[in-house]
């Protein structure tokens, strides 16, 4: 047998690194997918294959036991962090189906850049932990995919991870995450602009940093506060459907992140070309330090104002993904 799931990318409207603390914050599915294919194996084998992660193809065999090292033919940092959170999401696979020694084939193919704040690695995970699980002849409904696609992330990244990533990849829309609390929210058909720079980011370096200055200056502390506070007022501008003060938020969000040293030379010219082409707001999305920048903008100007930009790589439109992981 067979079996493809797939699940989105997603941005943050609002509340990134303030969530590692226990504030709320507020990710957006976007309509920009990775999808795992598995296959399962007569012996107790791994074969996973990128055709696409951004990056050149690659392909590693290694036993499902452990045993030996990974045979990684293009040994990239990044594609050893890709291995990472899909050999976390076989086992988890694995345990749900009470088959330790099942072995697979697993082809990945995504649309979402690796390491960018588009939630790339949470994405593989969902998809991977449903597509393993389903191919096992087990099911799980999204909230045990979510719930098992923390733990991958929370093991991969050495416990610096939020449930938010997984649990709007699994869910899809826009979400609500607040500690171990996570629930889906209503929102309107957000117009998110989406601006990379080409660059990549390691999430723990920039979570470690974060945390060293909020330790260091009580007034850190007090703007990761403050980025809670904005993210509660957020809300109800979501609700309401104001995109004007959604944008104004975000805005002031990016200022706050800017002041905890994650953003980049490149993001905020970014985020100014974006503001400077009529958007209603824009900010870093993810981790920050290179990446991605979200912005709200109905007017088409804004996405050829990004592209125009010498820091931008791509830019492009993202819907609110309102399907969550899903079958393929
Ligand atoms: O850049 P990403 O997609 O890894 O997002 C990181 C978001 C943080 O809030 C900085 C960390 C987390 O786990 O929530």
Redesign the pocket.
Known sequence: MTTTSSAPG?V?LF??????YGEP?VPCAIERRASVTVTERGDDRVRVSASDLSLDGFTVEYAANGDGQPDVDVPTPLIEAAMGYVEEALAQARDAAGRPDAGFDVEIESAIPL????????AVAVAGIDAATRELGAALDPVDVADRAYRV?YEV?DG???R??TFCSAMGGAVRVEGDDCATVDAPDLPFVVGYDGAS?D?GE??AG?RALREEFDFAADTVEAIGDLVRRGEDALAAGDLDTLGRLMDFNHGLLSALGVSSRSLDSLVWAARDGGALGAKL????GG?CIVALAEDAGVETALSLSPDCEESFRAALATEGVRAE
């Open positions: 997603k943050y509340g990134e690194h303030a969530v590692v914050a390491g960018a704040g588009l939630g790339s690695s949470a992330e990244q610096q991870a939020s938010a990533d980011h999430t920039l979570v974060v999305t993810g981790a920050g990446g």
